[in-house]
């Protein structure tokens, strides 16, 4: 069975700390890794990362995947108050349009 | 464009009354997914569409629960009847197909917060 874990399920740290969530996965026919961050309402989309090794970057955010062991990191430096949200992974599937998600880390940032 | 649509956004209702929650896609958008969120399970499809069509509703829990899309810019969830367990954060999204080299990024819309006492 498909299934997508991330850890930790959440996340207390202060304002201008860095943190790294972590993503692994499994599942066949694997296409793509995506990243999404949820405020209070839905889903936004942060990444897509489709190659190992290759970091792809966003502001303070980064993001980086390993097929080999079959994760990902999303990491935040300088963490801000508006930086919590909860941030779900998901794995896109070749032939497939699906998509499956973790059940997200969820993270607060204090002032 | 307004984004995905849907409606309403609160519904508090009494178990076993029926429930029908709507969306309307993006224009254009020839993909539609109802997803369910909840602390214990987190985000999970229940159903999708494309081109109007149901393709996997696998995950649809139960009998009680049904989906239509009567055309390219409306479908509705239904769920008769309802039970307390099925309160939950009913999530619509959207997507269009823009070829196998592209992502082809799903757009949420805000959800449905459905409280069954």
């Given at each position: 069975e498909?299934?997508?874990?991330?850890?930790p399920?959440s996340?207390?740290?202060?304002?201008?700390d860095t943190?790294?969530l972590n993503?692994?996965?499994?599942v066949?026919?694997?296409r793509?890794?995506?990243?999404?961050k949820?405020?209070?309402k839905?889903?936004?989309?942060?990444?897509?990362?489709?190659?190992s090794?290759i970091?792809?970057?966003?502001?303070?955010?980064?993001s980086?995947?390993?097929?080999k062991e079959?994760?990902?990191?999303l990491?935040?430096?300088a963490?801000?108050?508006g930086?919590s949200?909860?941030?779900?992974?998901?794995?896109?599937?070749?032939?497939?349009d699906?998509?499956?998600?973790?059940?997200g880390?969820?993270?607060h940032?204090?002032p | 464009?307004a984004?995905v649509?849907?409606?309403?956004?609160?519904?508090?209702t009494e178990?076993?009354q029926?429930?029908?929650?709507?969306?309307?896609?993006?224009?254009?958008?020839?993909?539609?997914?109802w997803?369910?969120?909840?602390?214990?399970?987190?985000?999970?499809?229940?159903?999708y569409?494309?081109?109007n069509?149901?393709?996997d509703?696998?995950g649809?829990?139960?009998?009680?629960?049904?989906a239509?899309?009567p055309?390219?810019?409306f479908?509705?969830l239904?769920?008769?009847?309802?039970?307390?367990r099925?309160?939950?954060?009913?999530?619509?999204a959207?997507?269009?197909?823009?070829?196998?080299?592209?992502y082809?990024?799903?757009?949420f819309g805000p959800?449905?917060?459905?409280?069954?006492?």
């Amino acid at each position: 069975e498909d299934k997508v874990v991330q850890s930790p399920l959440s996340l207390v740290v202060h304002e201008g700390d860095t943190v790294t969530l972590n993503c692994s996965y499994e599942v066949t026919n694997f296409r793509s890794l995506l990243w999404y961050k949820q405020e209070k309402k839905a889903p936004t989309f942060l990444f897509m990362l489709t190659s190992s090794g290759i970091e792809k970057k966003s502001g303070r955010l980064s993001s980086i995947l390993d097929k080999k062991e079959l994760f990902s990191i999303l990491n935040i430096t300088a963490t801000q108050t508006g930086d919590s949200a909860i941030y779900l992974c998901a794995v896109e599937k070749n032939r497939d349009d699906k998509i499956i998600f973790g059940k997200g880390t969820r993270l607060h940032i204090l002032p | 464009d307004a984004g995905v649509i849907q409606s309403p956004r609160h519904e508090v209702t009494e178990m076993g009354q029926e429930v029908t929650l709507r969306c309307k896609p993006i224009s254009g958008h020839d993909y539609l997914f109802w997803y369910r969120q909840t602390m214990m399970r987190g985000l999970e499809l229940l159903i999708y569409f494309n081109n109007n069509v149901p393709i996997d509703d696998s995950g649809m829990p139960e009998d009680r629960f049904s989906a239509k899309m009567p055309n390219a810019s409306f479908s509705t969830l239904k769920i008769q009847p309802s039970e307390p367990r099925d309160s939950a954060v009913y999530f619509c999204a959207s997507r269009g197909t823009s070829g196998p080299s592209r992502y082809n990024e799903q757009f949420f819309g805000p959800g449905t917060r459905l409280t069954v006492l």
